[in-house]
């Protein structure tokens, strides 16, 4: 049977993690400390010094590093984070359910999805009047990712520049995919990453907002990567607030009562 293992990344260490079902696994990262028990991006081989550049990216390296040996290549990886997790359907409005129905509607192992997927996406959000490298120099005041496109070989650099031409992108990192699909993702997306690092650092882009934005290159790059793939799926997700997370909320009252939002997708921005 095809395994699945998501890998839920987080800087801050919340209880509410705790109450995942086992495939969806916590993954701390960063200098939190954490339970004993938690998988965290120090042990083994790591970039966790890397973290505050790279974001959820130095757990990804981890996992490619530590933690795929001991699945086979047709099994199933994948990732999320602490506020942002897969559901097992795909929305097309914006739905409020019960805290406690989270956890029923997770996306889970037996999901027939999985039966013609080589990859998973959540669903995109698209730009209705602007493509994606456009949004990308608005958001961040560079031209760093029309620059580092060309660290890239010529067949990755013209796929990439189309789809950077285009409107659409998966948001958050994440995805699903079959192990080997992941191993060759992470034998382009890191050393390119290693480059484009190196020329934020060069050029002094990496302050402030933008201390992240070697992250924010690859994140561009995920999307374009597995959007590739002719068997390919999408899913919705729950993006759960603060005020969730929260471990003194847990404390003080049952979050698992209040309402919170399934987010609609796809999203059109009128801008």
Same mark, same amino acid.
């Given at each position: 049977?095809?395994? !699945?293992? @998501? ?6 260490? $919340?209880? /509410?993690?705790?109450?995942? +079902? ?11 400390? $954490? ?21 959820? %990216?130095?757990? =990804? ?21 602490? *506020? ?12 409020? %359910?019960? #805290? ?19 990859? @998973? ?23 760093? =990712?029309?620059?580092? /496109? ?6 990755? &650099? ?29 034998? /382009?997306?890191?050393?390119? !990453?290693? *480059? ?15 201390? &992240? ?6 994140? *561009?790059?995920?999307?374009?990567? %597995?959007?590739? #793939?002719?068997?390919?799926? =999408? !899913? ?7 005020? #969730? ?9 049952? +979050?698992?009562?209040? +309402? %919170?939002?399934?987010?609609?997708? +796809? ?5």
């Amino acid at each position: 049977m095809q395994k !699945l293992e @998501i890998y839920c990344t987080t800087i801050k260490y $919340y209880k /509410i993690l705790e109450k995942l +079902p086992s495939y969806i696994i916590p993954l701390g990262l960063g200098e939190e400390s $954490y339970p004993k028990d938690w998988l965290t991006e120090k042990n083994g081989e790591n970039i966790s010094s890397l973290n505050k550049y790279y974001a959820e %990216f130095t757990g =990804l390296y981890w996992v490619w590093k530590n933690r795929i040996q001991h699945l086979n290549k047709d099994d199933l990886i994948g990732n999320c984070h602490n *506020r942002v997790l897969w559901l097992n359907n795909m929305y097309t409005k914006k739905q409020k %359910f019960l #805290f406690s129905n989270l956890y029923s509607n997770l996306l889970k192992p037996d999901n027939n999805i999985f039966n013609n997927s080589d990859v @998973i996406q959540v669903q995109p959000i698209t730009f209705k009047k602007k493509s994606l490298l456009v949004d990308f120099e608005e958001i961040h005041k560079t031209n760093a =990712l029309k620059k580092c /496109i060309n660290y890239l070989d010529t067949s990755e &650099r013209t796929k990439f520049e189309k789809h950077l031409n285009g409107n659409k992108i998966f948001p958050h990192n994440m995805f699903i995919t079959k192990v080997h699909f992941f191993e060759k993702y992470c034998e /382009i997306i890191f050393p390119w !990453l290693d *480059r484009c690092f190196k020329y934020c650092m060069e050029n002094n882009l990496c302050n402030n907002y933008n201390t &992240r934005l070697p992250a924010f290159l690859a994140e *561009r790059f995920t999307s374009y990567w %597995f959007d590739q #793939f002719e068997k390919r799926n =999408l !899913l919705s997700y729950a993006r759960l607030g603060k005020f #969730f997370l929260s471990n003194k909320v847990s404390i003080l009252i049952n +979050p698992m009562k209040l +309402p %919170f939002t399934f987010y609609q997708y +796809p999203t059109i921005h009128k801008y």
